[in-house]
């Protein structure tokens, strides 16, 4: 009875909002099989493309892999994609906020004279 | 107590006194387990967020001074095995793989799987320290360290994979500025895996000792968080360091 009583007072609170405590959820093995394996394929891709000479774009095409690499950790390894509100607008203002300095810093930069330092 | 009561105390305490009903591991400020749970999460995130600006930092520099000695950053680059590199990077991953089936294990309160999944991440991640401790034994016999027994010879002359890196005596020194910037991130990372191997091993005298298979997921939980992040810091260094000079 005190059981109940308290969860229909907490439900009242919290309703309308983002609940304080997320439901858990149990990642399967399978989910993570065919991450894990496809994060090994996208490393040997990675690793071949290197021995082509596409010019500019080794670096372009190196670091998108490792983009799409670090997603999939993040979503799945890391559990974002199944997490509360709360961690997902954490990871993501954080990457916001780490892309913002980044910019600013390589904006000064790119806006130096280069090759008279 | 009626349920008038019970809300005032709730309202007054944050939580409600349930005596026995608390988990051992309940910390007396948390309602229950989830909550306690999810700010686990939200502070272990915070954290991370710490850690991406620091190691954002190198990376932000390691760019910048890409573009400002960039003929002595290709050569420098030119002196690392991508056999290495890749290695390492698959073993990582499959040391992600591992520790995430860990989390499950700890989810599913399965205490044997657990500790099986916890020793191959242990394993894995010895491994890859292994190479790296190869890969630096390697570029200390070859005088690329800086500051301790550098020397700027073998970019004068080109090298037998790459002949054509012959720079002049000022840009081969600057491959200094490759190395040390090689050497404090592949360094910090490094360190990084040992403090995380530290507590891993730690983590497997508890759960030996039968903690975290009660319900009691968030400390394996954010060890997971932290060591996959580690594997995304090298998912960044591999291509960066290893790959995208190859053929400039």
Request: with cysteine; proline share 4%; aromatic share 14%.
């Amino acid at each position: 009875m005190d059981q109940q009583a308290h969860e229909h007072h907490e439900h009242h609170i919290f309703e309308p909002s983002e609940p304080t405590h997320h439901a858990e959820h149990i990642v399967s093995p399978r989910v993570y099989l065919v991450v894990g394996t496809t994060l090994l394929i996208l490393t040997g891709t990675t690793a071949a493309v290197s021995y082509v000479d596409l010019g500019t774009f080794n670096a372009v095409v190196a670091l998108a892999i490792a983009c799409i690499k670090m997603t999939l950790v993040i979503l799945f390894f890391m559990h974002v994609k199944y997490s509360s509100k709360l961690t997902k607008l954490t990871v993501a203002a954080g990457f916001f906020t780490f892309l913002v300095l980044i910019t600013m810093t390589m904006t000064d930069y790119i806006s130096r004279a280069w090759g008279r330092w | 107590m009626d349920s008038h009561t019970l809300a005032a105390q709730t309202a007054e305490t944050g939580h409600i006194e349930h005596g026995a009903d608390h988990p051992p591991f309940l910390r007396h400020h948390f309602e229950n387990v989830p909550q306690q749970r999810e700010a686990a999460t939200f502070g272990m995130w915070l954290f991370l967020l710490t850690e991406i600006m620091f190691f954002g930092g190198l990376f932000c520099s390691y760019l910048i001074f890409r573009n400002w000695y960039y003929p002595a950053f290709v050569a420098g680059s030119h002196t690392l095995h991508i056999w290495a590199g890749t290695l390492n990077t698959t073993l990582l991953i499959v040391s992600s793989f591992t520790m995430a089936m860990g989390v499950h294990a700890a989810e599913t309160r399965m205490r044997k799987a657990l500790m099986g999944w916890i020793i191959a991440t242990l394993i894995l991640g010895c491994g890859f320290l292994c190479v790296k401790a190869y890969e630096w034994h390697d570029e200390w016999v070859e005088h690329h360290v800086p500051g301790l027994n550098f020397s700027p010879e073998g970019f004068l002359h080109g090298t037998k994979d790459y002949p054509d890196d012959k720079l002049p005596l000022d840009m081969a020194e600057k491959t200094q500025v490759y190395f040390s910037l090689y050497f404090a991130m592949t360094g910090m990372h490094a360190l990084h895996m040992v403090i995380g191997v530290s507590l891993l091993t730690i983590l497997l005298i508890q759960v030996y000792g039968g903690k975290y298979v009660n319900g009691h997921v968030a400390p394996i939980e954010n060890f997971g968080l932290y060591w996959h992040f580690v594997d995304i810091v090298w998912i960044f260094l591999f291509p960066l360091l290893y790959l995208i000079s190859r053929h400039q």
